[in-house]
């Protein structure tokens, strides 16, 4: 797919307002890797997965968040936007200008199309959960690399020992370390506050 016309404003944003300061899930956290059990007992992720961005959460948990608003990271545009196994609801965005894909998913509702050029902070869908269950949050990656269709495209999702964590580090980076530089820099800011 060759390069869409995106405009330029320089400001990033958290997906989501109000959240946690603090992710419930981080990247490549080792906890997640140990596997994550649902309110029911069942696995949600069984043990062997890398996490491949971050979890964000309504500040007062469980299901407080399904449905919040899920603005884009920046300026993009949509190169996916549909449901994927495990993933649910998943938008990506290609930011020519940053360099990067962020993928937005377990959204309860898709609400851009693909090719669409979505401004800085537009919102993209809302949050939901899991196919497998679970509590409602987002989970948030930034990508510098496209994954291949033999690592599974945008369901990435790698499982295994110190070569799947490695697959991670080759494609994604920490979305905490990328938005925090854009902090440094002075171009972060907040999406509006969302009151359910």
Request: aromatic residues 12%; proline residues 10%; glycine residues 12%.
């Amino acid at each position: 797919m060759s390069e869409l016309e995106v405009p330029r404003s320089g400001r990033f944003y958290w997906p989501i307002n109000p959240r946690k300061s603090r992710p419930d899930v981080r990247f490549l956290d080792p906890d997640y890797y140990r596997g994550v059990r649902g309110p029911n007992g069942s696995w949600l992720a069984p043990p062997g997965y890398w996490h491949t961005g971050v979890d964000l959460n309504h500040p007062a948990g469980g299901d407080s968040d399904c449905g919040q608003p899920v603005h884009a990271m920046t300026d993009g545009y949509v190169v996916y936007a549909g449901r994927l196994p495990v993933w649910g609801g998943v938008v990506v965005l290609r930011h020519p200008h940053a360099g990067v894909w962020t993928r937005y998913a377990h959204l309860r509702d898709i609400r851009v199309g693909l090719r669409q050029v979505v401004p800085a902070g537009e919102i993209i869908g809302t949050v939901g959960k899991m196919t497998t269950g679970g509590y409602c949050h987002l989970h948030f990656d930034v990508f510098y690399r496209q994954p291949p269709a033999s690592e599974g495209l945008w369901g990435f999702f790698p499982r295994g020992g110190e070569e799947a964590r490695q697959k991670v580090l080759t494609y994604c980076v920490d979305p905490e370390a990328f938005l925090a530089k854009q902090a440094r820099a002075g171009r972060l800011f907040e999406p509006p506050l969302w009151r359910a």
